[in-house]
């Protein structure tokens, strides 16, 4: 295969067509998928269908402060495809998963066992008095919640635990906000709504054609 190279994104790799991060529970797969070998170095395939973090960094997502020590505040954490992607980022820090749902949370949960740095926290995201004093601090807060008032409940985490680092990734889902209206409206009255709640919104990425009506924003927490 191609040989790896890093991608401008700390622990972040490609081979020039794909992204990948290095196994941090090597021999293992997630979600099914692939494992590769180069330089004696286990990778795992990143799948920008399963994960819209890496469609982010795909479609040119420029920041995203993951550092090898990061602590991470993952709200909507399902049964860790992503998460687990940023726990070998963060090889060195601590990601808390945060999920409501009780079925992938007990996916989630067998995965965690498995990872030293990832810690499954069973809560209602828009609660986040419920789980502050367990995490106690982030560097990054990244929210992927199907919520029609997910804009809301990610301000209030921000405020709840500000990050460290300033920075946070909302993935917006149109569709969740209001089914029957233009995605383009939703994400523009998205961003009017967080700059009126204090942030300062620094990029937006379409996500698009790897998740259809989602879009990544990046911003300065308040």
Sequence with gaps: MAEMRETGHGGVFTDGQHL?????????????????????VEFRAWDPRRSKLAAAILNGLE???????????????ASGTTASHVADIAKDGQIFCVEVAPRPFRDLVALCERRRNMHPILADAGIPASYAPVVQSADVVYQDIAQRDQVEIFVKNLEALPPTTGKAL??????????GANPAKIFAKVEARLVELGCTVEQRVDLAPHEKDHEAVLVAAP
């Design 20 to 40: 990948f991060t290095v196994n941090g529970n090597p021999g293992r797969r997630v979600y099914g998928e692939e494992l590769v070998r180069s330089g004696g």
């Design 63 to 77: 920041e995203f402060p993951l550092r090898e020590t990061s602590r991470v505040l993952y709200l909507g954490a």
């Design 170 to 179: 909302l993935v917006v889902k149109a569709r969740s906000i209001d089914v």
